[in-house]
């Protein structure tokens, strides 16, 4: 692997040892089950993704690429974990996803390669893993066509955050596994909204996503301060 390529070998080892329990809804990826369809109706209210061109940005195991292609998309899911890829399309494969395809090449290296193709591009739960996330949004902004849409999703950097996605949900509720986050890599709104804008991208709305320990459920709502979703668009000019 190149050094220049923005990813932390750590962490796609972490997420590649764990690779064969992604389509696993009990497993480590529980929670990316759990709020995927929250991510999926959220997207596709405002943009109907039926027919578009989609470009999902560290696509891990495929939850989301897959149910964006079963709403109608032509996705493509890029990531840089093999193991990852490899799962996800054995799932396509098994369930019979049309519409979907997966590439193992960096964000950067397909925006040299394909600027301006997608009308849709989603990077969620992913930016808190690189070295450099301004990097990755800089080149989300690229791919995406004049006119279309950027979706994000990470965790914000703050005491309550540290408490809930961190402490909470790796060592007392055991949502994930320890380690999946590191509390100086979450990043704030402000700081996205910075990248966003750096990358010549119109800030959208903004939602947060909470999670009830005790009826173990997830919802949308205004609260941005620990998981949070970001929709921003590309300028027509």
Not at 176 to 200: C, F, N
Request: proline content about 6%.
């Amino acid at each position: 692997m190149s050094t220049t390529v923005n990813a932390d070998p750590a962490e796609l080892a972490k997420f590649s040892e764990l690779a064969h329990r992604w389509w696993d809804p009990e497993s480590e990826f529980r929670p990316l089950h759990q709020i995927n369809p929250l991510r999926l109706d959220w997207i596709n209210g405002m943009v109907p993704l039926a027919g578009k061109q989609v470009l999902d940005v560290g696509c891990g195991g495929g939850i989301l690429s897959d149910s964006m292609a079963r709403r109608g998309a032509q996705v493509t899911g890029i990531d840089l974990s093999s193991k990852a890829l490899k799962v996800a399309q054995l799932h396509a494969l098994e369930a019979g996803t049309p519409n979907v395809n997966y590439r193992e090449v960096a964000a950067e290296a397909l925006a040299a390669e394909r600027p301006g193709s997608f009308d849709v591009v989603t990077c969620m739960e992913m930016l808190e893993h690189v070295p450099d996330p301004a990097s990755v949004v800089q080149a989300c902004a690229t791919l995406v066509k004049p006119g279309g849409w950027v979706f994000f999703s990470t965790i914000n950097r703050n005491p309550k955050s540290f408490l809930f996605a961190i402490v909470g949900a790796e060592y007392i509720l055991k949502l994930l596994p320890r380690g999946t986050h590191e509390y100086a890599k979450l990043i704030r709104p402000s700081e996205l909204a910075r990248y966003g804008r750096q990358a010549g991208l119109e800030l959208g709305p903004t939602r947060g996503m909470e999670y009830n320990p005790l009826t173990r459920r997830y919802w949308l709502s205004d609260d941005t301060s620990v998981n949070y979703l970001l929709a921003t668009r590309k300028s027509e000019l």
